[in-house]
Each structure stands twice: as C-alpha cells, then as structure tokens.
C-alpha cells in the first residue's frame, strides 16, 4: 500500500472521527448500562439529569475529567501513568479497519482481521503494566489474571473467527461482509451457529465483563487492575474498555450478523444496530449471572472452548474442500 | 526505623523505607516466617465483601490462601457494659442494635432472661406476637443474607429482588413495632403494641406472594450452573468442626446435626407450634445456602400456623415492669435461636438497680471463628464465598 | 465425557432460565417510590415511631399535658430530654434532642399523663446537629394551630412541598 498524502488525510480524519466514536459509546453505553441495570433491578436508573438522566454520563465524565489524579506512595512513576494511555491508543487503530458503509472503511486493507487480532492483544499489556505498577496487592492479582485471562480466550476468540474466514476465503472484513446477504437467513451466523456461540462466550471474557470480570471482581479484588486510578486514568481505563466492548461487537457483526448490511438499505446504521444489540447482550448477562472463578473460567476456556473451536475450524475446513 | 512495635508508625519512615513498615500491628506481625511468592493480603476493613467493618489478614500463595485470620474490634460498642450501667428497661433498645438483622430474636433472648429471673408470665397473644414478628424477621435477615451472598458471587441484581420482600416485611413489622431496622417491640411482661387487621391481613397476603418469589429465586440463583459450582463442594464444615468451634444455626444444621434451639429448648409458643428442622443434604457453601432457603419456608409455615392459634386478650401483663424496674437477685439463662445460630443471654443481678452482668453470646463470632480453618488452602474466590456462607454480621460479632 | 457434555447443556439451559427471569423484569414496570415526586403511602407511614411530640391537650389543644414531672427525663436511656419547670406545674422549656434519641418510647410509656405521643415524621433532614434539637412546645403550638379540616400546611424544614400533611395521620383515632 503506497502512503499518499490522500490516505494520509484520511487516516487523520477518521481517527478523530473514531476518538468522536469512542467517546460518544463511552456516554451511550454507559446510560444504557445504568438504565438496563436500573429496570432489572426495577428501579428507574438515571433519573435526575437531563430528561429521563440521559444527560448522567455526561455529568460523570464531568465529573472524571475534573477530578484530582491522585496518586499513591511508591508507585511505579513511568508506568503508573503510561497504563492508561496504553489502554487507550491501540484501540483507535482497532475501529480502521471496520467496514461501517458500502463506501465507508476508514483504512480499506485486505486482512483487516489480523490488524484488529494484533492490536487487541496490546489491551492486555496496559492491564499488566497498571497491576504492577499501582503498588497494590490488589492491583497485582488482578493483573495476573487479566494477562492469563484475556490471553487464553484470544484463542478461541480466534478460532471462531478463523471458520469464518476460511469459508469466506479472505481476511479482508468487507470481502466478509459482501459475501453474506441482507437478510438474517443469509448470515454467516446460519452456517456458524457453533463458531458464534464459542466467539460470543470468548468476547465476554475478552473484555473482562461480568461474569468473566475477573480482573476486577470487585467482591474479592476490591477494583482489580484499577484499585490505585482515579480520575482521567480510570476514565481511560473505562472508555477503553468499553471501545473494546464496541469493537469486539463491530467484529461479531461483520463476521456473524452481515455487517452492514440489512433488510431493505444497506448501512452503517444496521452495523450499529447490530453491534449494540450484541452490547445489550453483555450488558443483560452481566446483571443476571454470578461471577465463575478463576479456575473455572479457564477451564471453560482450555476445555471446552478451544475443542469446539477446532471441531468447528476442522468440520468447516472439511466442507470447504469438499464443496470447492 | 524508630523501633516502635505498637501500631504507630513515623509516616516519614515508610517513605525512607518503602515496603518495611508498611501495615499496622497486625499485618506486620501476621507473618510468621517470610516465604518467597508469599504475599499478605489485608481484606478489609473497608472492602466490599465482608459486610461491614470485618478485617481477614490472609497469606496468600498465589492466589491460594495459605493462612488467614479474622481481626476483629473494628465495631466494638460495649453493648455488654452497657447492659451494667442501664437499668434493663434502657438497655433494651441496644438488643436491636446487636445484630440489625435479627433483632427481635435478640429482644426475646433479653426479654426472656429478664422474665425468667423475675417470674413475669407473658400474655398468650403477646407470647404469639413475639413468634410472628420474630419468624417473620427471620425471614427477613435470611433474605438479605441471601441477595448479599449472589452479591460476594459477583450476581448484582438477586439483592434488589431479595429488598422488595424484605421491605414488604417491614411494612408489616413497622406496624407492631414502630421502625423498620432495629427493632425492639418486646417488654418485660408482653410487646408493646398489638397487632390490627391490617397487619393480619398484609401477612396472609404475605405468605403466598412469597412462596411464589422463592421459585423465581430458584430459577434465577438456585439452579444457576455457575452458582452451583462456585459453591458445590467449597467449604465443608462438618459437625465436628461445629462443636469445636461452637458453631450453631443453619452451618450446624447444614452439617447434618438437627439442632434447632426453638425445638430442643423451647421457649415462648413454640412448642405449640409443628415445623421440620431442617438439615442440609451436604455440609458445603451450597448446602448452607439450600438450609436458609428451606428456613423461609419453614418460617413461613410457623407463622401461618400461629395465624390460625393466635387468641385474642391483652399484650400485656397486668403490673408489668416500669422503666425502673429493678431485676430481683439471681442469675438466669436463656437461649433463642436467631437467624445465625443460637443467641444466649446470660444475666446476673444483685438486686440493684442495675444488672450485675449482662453476657451476650452472639452466635457469629462462634460462626466467624471456623472461618480460619474451614478457608485454609482455598482459593481466594472461594474464601470469599465461605465467608458469605456463615452469614456473618459485623455488629453482633463485635457486639 | 458425555455425562460432562449434559451437564454443560443443562447448565446452559439454566443460564437461559435466568436470562428470562431478568429479561421479565427488565420490561415489567419499577417498583420504587422515585422520592420527591411521590411518596409512601399515608397507610404505611401511619405506624411508623418518629421524633417524639407533645399530645395537644384536651381542652386547649395548644395546651400541653405535661406536668413537668421528670419521669420521663429519668427514663431516658439516652439523655435527650430536658424539661425545664415553670412557674405553674406546666413545663416552661421542652427541649427535645433527636441526634441522641434511640425512639425506644421509654418516655412516652412512662409519661403518667400522656404527654407524649410518637410522631410520623419521616421526612427530618437537617443541616445541622442543632437544628435536630427540637423545642417541643413550640412545635406543639404550631401544630395546635393548624386546624384539622384546613388545608396542610408543609413546614419549611421538615417535608418538601409535595409530601401529605404527615400531622393528619398521627391523630390517635
């Protein structure tokens, strides 16, 4: 790919559109977080701010922005405030390469899957570095189990995604998305059903969401890897995580739920609707499941994920040839 | 080092030594020999899951407990002092205070010492009042055990269900005893309000909206998988660790040992009343959690029972004590059985105008004490979740 | 191997279950009482014991009962009372400090007259721990003043506007 100066504005803009993006998902689905726990538990959530609180999640981010960086004794100086900011950045290269429009992919490249799979895995550091730095016991723990948590289900996450990939024969995201059709029936998730159950069980541990959150259980570990940040550095810890939550569901609505397309007009609108309807999925089994423990979860991984992982890679490897 | 070994430490020195003076008292003294991989971890006072103000000192080897002490002290009142420079009649507001979930149990453990030390006989509809409110605020207690546990599990909505019926039976306690929290209706001599139409009719309503509420606790908490096996096989205490430690209520009878206080000794109308004791079919977290449950039911059927038999007459005894009361010289005894296990009051007087003595036994201080073995070699997620089982209130172990 | 498999299903299954039992409620209507738009029910708070107030007598209901007899000030565990004696058997002062109150109704029982009753006030907010305490026959007064048939009269500092006269449901009846 040669860097001329047009793909260089481009690049420039829609990074800025997809900062716009990450914060403009941190406030949705933070009230959507807050409303959906709110009528679980049957009461009202965010009631006060704005007409029916949805202006709380501007008001919190008010609130973090405003807020002292307090920081603890003995810390760990470069670190401690490095961990953020690493949390943050390799997820604005993450939303490139998403096909949103028929003509919208901010950088159209053609294994786009591999970029997101690359960076996603940096996540994970900025845990590790946060956890070690922050100078809690807490904080350690959890980083421990965010590194061998998020790297362990990467390779089912991947497996699941490699089915996809090896029946549609490219790597390219909106290659995957043109091959499936606009109505449900026509999606991937039809010939995958197997690959995108072990991929919705491996984006709920992925991005350390209940009953995955292990990282931060807040009933053992107080608030795991983030016990020591306050203000903007949780903000960025937050907002990153819930990128992550958004990108992860971008990628389960290309691969699995026809991307952009839709009944009746073709658009980003239907990729967003997708995506926030997998968001509301998490959001609703984190409201309604007990956390499972360390072991178990990577139990679920190693034993039962990653198996059905390769059986679905393998039997789909099989048909492709067979049908080819 | 300034060579201090009490719980003070120069501020200036952890920053010249960081990590050696790190911690109070106990936390530096809590290590007995220094392992290499071994950290301590000081779970509270202030941490989410240990309701209230409890401190576990643990030494963890990776995320394995290796050791682990309970610290007490943190919500010390005195209650028992109290009780020595306050006429019996102005202590009787504390007994609510002791444990805020269970209170009228520790009201009829007070109240009942005092009765049986002066001779008082109780009104019938008074002795069958006591049983309602008191079975009903079991339930009570055990329902907000049973949401805060979901929540040492991580499960965030069971707690705000669990509410809506404990509020439901507030609103019938308020009406006999006036507060919704700690409450203290019980005089020496009867209770100190009858209960109207009202309050018979929000408790037959009661009944059956719960029993329906437990099977939607079931499908949502009970059956869950993963709740299952956080707790299957976690924690078993057995009945020899109970009489070793004294553990009594729902951890005994879900150790398989059918001792239930409000049978073998019974005191107030429960004798008149039939209900099962429950044991639990295994003696781990889950089997503690399957004996509360069944306890509602239980609790339910005593206080339908007591709907039928409740008589009408007076609330009170005739001459009954004034708030000068003086107990007469002697020393009584007596035992009920509260939410978390057996409550014993022991009360020695002289004769003036002030108890001798007033011994508390709050039955989760025996409960918390297991803790330390029964949590040895676990991991910290289950720990946690032991923790919960024993149903631990902070106030009353510290009284 | 296979009995592993069926457990798996089944626990799944039972994940299912839950989600339907959240997901009815998730669209069932909320059961709170949002606070300053609406509030508990008069029939609820009824039984409820708040501060301490002096009975309206029964001639003169601006006339209190008490005799300033002390009983109740000695039977406070909490030392909250304080009654001053006036020139007539009347109380001059009745001072009346709620930080210090545990409402266990010791002075209300032994009260040989009557003077006091429990209030229904749910809705005390102060800023202040002066504030909370409260000179009872002024209180008396005041309430004395209300009429039982006028409209209620919200105090500045004991309910916002919207709360029903909590006064009108603590008549003994």
Redesign the interface.
Known sequence: MDLSLAIFVQIIAAVLLIIALMVGNAVVMVYMERK?????????GP?EVGPWGTLQAVCDSMKLLAKQLYRP??VDLILYYLAPITAFFPVLLLFLAIPFGPWLTPLPVNDGIVLILAFAGLGVLSNLLAGWASNN??S??GAARAVSQTVAYEIPMILALLAVVLQSGSMDLKRITDQQGQWPWEWNIVLQPLAFFIYLVSLVGETNR??F?LPE????L?AGFHTEYSGMGFALFFLSEYANMLLVSFVAAVFFLGGYKGPFADGFWWLFLKAYAVMFFMV??R??????????LLNINWK?LLPLGLINLWLTAIIVKIAL | MTGCNLGFINPLS??EN??TMAGDFYSRNFEKKAVPGR?I?NLGPQ???THGVLRVLCE?DG?YVARCEPVLGYLHRMHEKMGEVKTPWQFLPNLGRIDYLHPLAWNWAFVGAAEKLAGLTVPPRAEWLRLIGCELNRVGSHLLWWGAF????????PI??AF?EREKINDILQIITGSRLTMSNFRFGGVCADGDSRFFRLIQEFIPYLRERLKMYKG??TD?V??R??LEGIGPIDVDMCQRYGATGPILRAAGSPRDTRQDYPYGVYDQVDFPIPTGPVNDSFGRYLVRLVEIETSLSIVEQALKAIPEGPIMMEKAPKVTWKLPAGESYMAVEGARGQICVHLVSDGGQTPYRVKLRAPGFSNLSLFAEAAQGT????A?AILGSLDLVIPEVDR | MLQAIWD?IKGLYS?LV??S???R????????I?YPRQVVADEIMASFRGPIQLTKGKKDPAQTRCISCQMCVKACPGHCLSVTKGDTKAPAQWLYDFSYCCLCGACVETCPTGALEFSHKVYLVTLTREELILDLLADLQKRAAILPESQPVPTANLAPPTVPDVESIGEPK
């Open positions: 959906v726990a709110g009528f679980i538990q049957r009461r009202p009631y004794g003995n016991k807490y350690l723990l209940a009953p959150d259980a807040e009933s053992e107080t609703w089994i409201w309604t499941f007990p956390r499972v423990r360390f072991d178990q039962w | 952890v920053l960081p990590g950290i971890l941490h989410p899951s963890l995320e979901v929540m040492d599990l991580g499960g965030f909505t705000l269900y809506e949502l908490v869950n993963i709740l096996r956080r991991i910290l997620a289950d946690i | 798996n994940l839950g989600m039992i959240t997901g409620y998730l669209l069932s209507p909320v059961e709170t949002h």
